[in-house]
């Protein structure tokens, strides 16, 4: 298969722009946002603004309209200034996807508006605390009453849940063994309880919390797809969310090389920068190397999408080695930067503490190797 390596000039300049916005937005605030694990409205507002939020959404539905490269660019960017602004931004597409892939275009328009004219956000909610890996394990319940399904479940770990106008629902047809179903269902109905804010080891300036479904009525014009459909709809979503959780990997570790590259540059031992010593080269060598092949990677998955070609292995090779590298990198930082690579005021501990998520959401990095695994031995 024939792949081009360069960016076209449209590409190029919204990367650029979305490098400058990290430079000058993000990158200043990502330690406060981290450090008052706060959730960043400010910034939210002005990527709005700045037509670098929504990223998945078509210009018919009030998008940006931007290809799938682009898409993987502006997420690369904003991770290398933050992950968890990045995946805050991502919850959005996230949430998208089922509905982009599954939905009819009524529910389209009046759910993709709601979060692209009206500024609303939505959470993507799959896990549940008996179902992570296993997804066909989940025990949410919906029924169908009349012109309406009542839901009951427990969601977790859904990202933006304190702050979604709505949320897309897996659940499983009461009584029926395998039969899932797709939901888009409203924050203000009755029923729909959000737990407290998780307090988390990294991507601190994003939302996570729980969202419990009790005797929750959600109108059957608010199903995606037919009944039994969910689940396809939910695997496919994630065939396409997955490339992008490998741009944000790319990008902590990008971030992540770049100040452990000035700190070996400016730190001083033995009388010399220690980026003169071959163990710093070495290392800095080792991770711009595999920086680079993760990018062509997640590259790579980028382009089947683009193609309409989503590839589950291709998606999956992006992110678990991104992610992976993502780890690698972010600790080779971390050494670099030798004591001061513990210490919070420097950035190199907040890359490593926002890297390890990457190996765990949207599919675990042992569920990625399940995924290659089925297809090498199929
Ligand atoms: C910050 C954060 C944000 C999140 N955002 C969202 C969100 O917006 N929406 C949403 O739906 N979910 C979200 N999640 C949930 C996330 O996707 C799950 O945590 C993840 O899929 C893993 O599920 P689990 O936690 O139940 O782990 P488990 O499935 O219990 O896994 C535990 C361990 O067992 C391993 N394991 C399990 N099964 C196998 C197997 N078959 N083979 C080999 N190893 C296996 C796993 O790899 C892992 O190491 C988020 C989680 C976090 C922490």
Do not use: W
């Amino acid at each position: 298969m024939a792949m081009f390596f360069e960016l076209s000039e449209e590409q190029m300049e919204i990367n650029r722009l979305a490098r400058d916005f990290t430079n000058e937005e993000i990158l200043p605030v990502a330690s406060k946002y981290d450090e008052e694990e706060e959730f960043p409205v400010d910034v939210m507002d002005k990527l709005r603004e700045c037509g670098l939020f929504n990223l998945a959404v078509p210009e018919i539905y009030g998008g940006p309209g931007v290809d799938k490269m682009t898409h993987s660019l502006i997420v690369e960017q904003i991770a290398r200034g933050c992950a968890g602004i990045a995946t805050s931004v991502e919850a959005n597409s996230l949430a998208s996807y089922p509905i982009l892939v599954g939905a009819s275009e009524e529910l389209k328009k009046k759910y993709l508006h709601r979060i692209t004219y009206e500024g609303q956000y939505a959470s993507f909610a799959l896990t549940e605390p008996g179902a992570g890996s296993d997804v066909a394990g989940l025990s949410t319940t919906a029924e169908r009453k009349g012109d309406h399904y009542i839901l009951n479940g427990d969601k977790c770990f859904i990202t933006n849940a304190s702050y979604a106008n709505y949320f897309v629902v897996l659940a499983k047809e009461k009584g029926a063994e395998n039969k899932f179903t797709a939901f888009i269902v409203d924050r203000d109905l009755d029923g729909v309880l959000i737990g407290k804010k998780e307090k988390k080891m990294g991507l601190r300036a994003s939302n996570t919390a729980s969202v419990t479904f009790e005797e929750v009525a959600v109108p059957v014009c608010n199903r995606i797809g037919n009944e039994g459909d969910g689940f396809k709809i939910f695997m496919k979503a994630l065939s396409y969310a997955r490339p992008m959780v490998g741009a944000q990997a790319v990008g902590i570790a990008q971030g992540a090389y770049d100040a452990a590259l000035a700190y070996a540059k400016e730190r001083k031992q033995f009388g010399k920068a220690i980026s003169q010593f071959q163990s710093i080269q070495f290392m800095l060598a080792d991770m711009s190397m595999n920086i680079e092949a993760a990018r062509l990677l997640v590259h790579k998955a980028v382009y089947l999408l683009a193609k309409g070609k989503p590839s589950a292995v291709n998606s999956s090779y992006a992110k678990c080695f991104a992610a992976d590298t993502a780890m690698e990198v972010a600790s080779d930082a971390v050494q670099i930067f030798g004591g001061n690579g513990y210490i919070r005021e420097y950035p190199a501990e907040k890359y490593l503490r926002d890297a390890k998520i990457m190996q765990i959401y949207e599919g675990t990095n042992q569920i990625q190797r399940v995924v290659i695994a089925k297809e090498i031995l199929a």
